[in-house]
Structures are given as C-alpha cells and as structure tokens.
Nanobody, 125 residues
Framework: QVQLVESGGGLVQAGGSLRLSCAAS????????LGWFRQAPGKEREFVAA????????NYIDSVKGRFSASRDNAKNTMYLQMNSLKPEDTAVYYC??????????????????WGQGIQVTVSS
C-alpha cells in the first residue's frame, strides 16, 4: 500500500508561482510513474502531468505546458509540481497519484493505483 500526501497549496495572485509536493510513505513508489490531476468546482477530475519512474520523461496537458514542471526525487520518495505564471483557471483541488506505466506517455486515459487526499490551489485575478 502506498500513501501519498500533498503539500504546498494555497492562495496566490495570477501570475504567481506555487510548488506542490507529494510525499510517499514507502520507497516502493520509485517503481511507479507519478502524476498530478486536478478538479475544479463543478468539473470532472482531469489529468495535468505525469513523470516516469526515473524522472527522465514528463508529459503535460496543453494548457499547462511551458508553465508547469513535474520532477521527482526517488531518494526522498517525493514528487514536485512547480507551477509558474498561474492563471485563475488553474484554481482546483490538486491530487497526486501513483501507478503503473506500461504505456508512455501517460495522459488522461491513465488510471493510477494510488491517490493523495488532494490540496487546494486558488489563483485570484
């Protein structure tokens, strides 16, 4: 069983930056691809980004490309999401996830095995 805990969310003005962290409870997380999803009020949860087991490859939805950057530190069992140039439409609850990655790149069709509890990110205009 892998437990994931997000941190680093909060309120930021448009154009600002935040860095989310996702800490895993076990080293076994290094065997999994990791990713970020988000859910805005009244909308379905959507895929945002994924990073492969080594951290050498990433994939993003088009709306965050060039603004968000995913990374991981397997020695610390932690994944990060650096979010720059934030927009009000980035406001959502952000979830980290872990799962197998037979196919790459991972995208909205990916169904992770494990989820964090979610953390709020609010971008004011």
């Amino acid at each position: 069983q892998v437990q994931l805990v997000e941190s680093g969310g909060g309120l930021v003005q448009a154009g600002g930056s935040l860095r989310l962290s996702c800490a895993a409870s076990t080293r076994i997380v290094s065997m999994y691809a990791l990713g970020w999803f988000r859910q805005a009020p009244g909308k379905e949860r959507e895929f945002v980004a994924a990073i492969n087991r080594s951290g050498g490859a990433t994939n993003y939805i088009d709306s965050v490309k060039g603004r968000f950057s995913a990374s991981r530190d397997n020695a610390k069992n932690t994944m990060y999401l650096q979010m720059n140039s934030l927009k009000p439409e980035d406001t959502a609850v952000y979830y980290c996830a872990a799962g197998s990655s037979v196919l790459w790149p991972l995208d909205s069709t990916w169904r992770p095995n494990y989820w964090g509890q979610g953390i709020q990110v609010t971008v004011s205009s």
